[in-house]
């Protein structure tokens, strides 16, 4: 069980998903937690369904907390932390989620000397299957980074890496769920094509990806071992990745890892 006050500044499914993650591993109680955010709505499901402290005031988290976590939109980042940049002080610890906002930008809005932790996690968040990466503050200590890693562990895998990493996190890991969507999608047409029903389609194909993912993690095994290991000689499987081949799947995905990050570097830039 942590010591430290929490305090999210922004109530959407981000936020609700680590304060659910960190509640359901009893790392804190809902009485530690305090959540702010323009719509009412947000709070009253926050506070219903988790039963933590909510308000509309950004002020009254800083004042009663002791880690900050920025769940606010990029673009309201400067905002936001204007309005409480003069409640700032040596005991806090500010965490940033917001995506594409460097640490030089969040360190040059607040007081000087400020410890600062900026985390790329992703939306499997929201059912504790989360991959999140965080980088450390000029000032953020080894007893910060332990604390993050302890929080992010609630809700998935979480790395420490140089924050130069981050963008390519972002392009990998943070809008990869989307692209795995498409490839579930796209397999459960191709099942309805072939007759099976929509439903049916579609489960098989999800936990296909989910079974084949739990492999990679738990065997260790290169995927291209793994594979190998599915298509057996002049079988169904290596004539299905034949086809995958001729239609540019791995030249695809590594283009869209690449496009997403390139498309983060520019919104980081304009941060700055």
């Known amino acids: 069980m942590l010591r430290e006050r929490l305090g999210f500044l922004g109530g959407g499914r981000m936020a ?5 993650g960190i509640l359901g591993a009893k790392l804190s109680k809902p009485g530690l937690i305090r ?10 499901l926050l506070r219903d369904a988790l039963g933590v402290g909510t308000t509309a005031s ?23 932390l204007g309005e409480v940049k003069d409640l700032v002080t040596a005991k806090h610890l500010v965490v940033s ?51 993050v890693s302890v929080l992010l562990a609630a809700v998935g895998l979480t790395f420490q890496m140089d924050e130069k990493h981050l963008d390519a996190v972002t ?5 990869g769920p989307a692209y795995v969507y498409l490839v579930i999608e796209a397999l459960s047409d191709g099942g309805v094509k072939m007759g099976l029903p929509r439903d049916v389609a579609t489960k098989l194909a999800a936990q296909t990806v989910l079974g084949a993912a739990r492999m990679v ?17 002049g079988g169904t499987t290596i004539e299905g990745l034949h086809a995958l081949e001729r239609g540019g799947l791995r030249t695809t995905l590594m283009d869209a890892v690449e496009a997403a990050t390139v498309k983060s570097k520019k919104l980081g830039e304009t941060a700055k």
């Open 16 to 20: 609700e998903a680590l304060v659910s």
């Open 35 to 44: 959540v702010s955010d323009v719509a009412a709505e947000r709070l009253k």
């Open 58 to 80: 950004n002020a009254d988290v800083v004042r009663q907390s002791d880690v900050v976590v920025l769940a606010v939109k990029p673009n309201v980042v400067a905002a936001v």
């Open 97 to 147: 989620i917001a995506a594409g906002v460097p640490l030089k930008a969040l360190e040059a809005a607040l007081p000087t000397g400020s410890r600062v932790v900026r985390v790329m996690p992703n939306t499997p968040c929201l059912v504790g299957a989360g991959a999140s990466v965080f980088a450390l503050g000029r000032h953020a200590t080894a007893t910060d980074a332990k604390l």
């Open 171 to 175: 392009g990998l890991s943070g809008s």
């Open 217 to 233: 993690l738990d065997t260790g095994q290169h995927p291209g071992q793994l594979k190998d290991m599915v298509a057996s000689p």
